[in-house]
DNA sequence: GAAAATGGTTAAGAATTTGTTAAAATTTTG
DNA sequence: CAAAATTTTAACAAATTCTTAACCATTTTC
């Protein structure tokens, strides 16, 4: 489930966009000023960031400037052209003016949260190719068939080749719902993945980061 | 230089587009029908659509829809927020509505175009490099594996390069809960930095500042 | 300069995390 | 609703990492 920050000083603003995200299967987390925010972001990681321009304490540029790795939607009651540019060069992903229309507004959060490009291509690493039918790897070419779990195990590894995937982002992939859900369970998809492949390539392609997660081998 | 294809029926409104990208320094493709464009993109890559609504032929959203891999504004009269709604879920990535502003339009256009994320967002102090996402140290390049609390300790090292990091911060990133954890602990988490950064290079990175902590040597 | 306090290194074993297997529980399918 | 497939749980082995403890070096204090 994505998490998204508020920060907005206005409390009714405030609860009114927290209970309109929570409806639509959002997390929220909450920052009432703009030291708030990036006190919260430092402690953890947030998918999107729903920012308020008319802030106490910081200016609500400055804080764009400091936020590089997640992206911003500004809300402001501010509609100035010269408001919006000013917004959008410093590092924005979007602006949207007070009064929004809900429907918009979580449109254009679907937007920032949309996985870049990789929509239907298949993904692929190596002999490895991931058919979007759910179910389908090919490994040189070959068939090999996956249950659900193991192949959004794989696309995840797939999607982000370079990166690191924490064990809690797989387990969010797994767990229908339950946040305690046991990594017991990854290890044994991740094992019989890795059996399942090895049917078909001497080649190791999941490797284990110690107390962190998994990557696909370079 | 950045490419963009300009999707407008209308002559005079796209020519202005046109100058007025050409004048920012973008190079511009035309296409004045749906299925103008869809022959362009097959024959070329292009970095951006700026896509107008009302066209002939096909229906904006369908273009919308068949388009998955470049990103794309509309530009549009169309002013409702069902519109809006629709192009964005279909796939669209930003929605001005006419008359739009020109400074506005090309700070949209930056936004699309502004490299998504630095995935690989690393952070650097001569030969070292920290692959945040990758949980890797890079030491002229070449790898070296670190544990998950070595990794931690580096990178708040690496995070305040010029300030010293007092003995019981890093123990907070060692230490999961407890207070009293041993500092035996952190020297040798320290020590076996230092010895495995010795394979890869002469230089000693890390200072001990006497009685306080440690930080990176100038 | 000696005593006390802090820092550095090493090695062993304690603790944690991972890998695998098989069986139980659950979900899906016919 | 029964059979088949999938997911979870449990148990144990293997691998990796962390902490402890001992010992020595260095710096500070008196």
Chains 1, 2 share one sequence.
């Not at 929570?22 to 430092?42: F, I, P, Q, V």
């Not at 910081?58 to 790795?69: D, S």
Request: charge should be negative; hydrophobic fraction near 35%.
């Amino acid at each position: 489930m994505n998490k998204i920050l508020i920060v907005e000083d206005d409390v009714s603003i405030h609860s009114i966009i927290e209970e309109l995200l929570n409806k639509n299967n959002y997390t929220t987390g909450n920052a009432y000023s703009g030291t708030e925010a990036l006190m919260l972001l430092e402690k953890e990681k947030y998918d999107l960031i729903l920012l308020d321009l008319m802030l106490p304490g910081i200016n609500g540029e400055e804080i764009i400037k400091k936020i590089k790795e997640t992206p911003i939607i500004v809300l402001s009651a501010k509609i100035s052209s010269e408001d919006k540019v000013n917004c959008l060069l410093s590092g924005a992903n979007d602006y949207i003016t007070k009064p929004f229309d809900n429907k918009e507004l979580l449109a254009r959060i679907e937007v920032q949260l949309r996985p870049k490009e990789n929509y239907q291509k298949t993904l692929k690493h190596k002999e490895l190719e991931l058919l979007n039918d759910n179910h389908t790897l090919l490994i040189s070419n070959q068939k090999v068939n996956l249950t659900k779990t193991e192949y959004a195990i794989l696309k995840q590894l797939l999607q982000n080749q370079l990166q690191v995937i924490t064990k809690n982002k797989l387990l969010e992939l797994i767990s229908t719902d339950t946040e305690d859900c046991d990594e017991n369970s990854l290890r044994v998809h991740i094992s019989n993945i890795r059996k399942k492949m090895k049917h078909y390539t001497d080649q190791e392609y999941i490797e284990s980061i110690w107390g962190i997660g998994f990557k696909l081998k370079d």
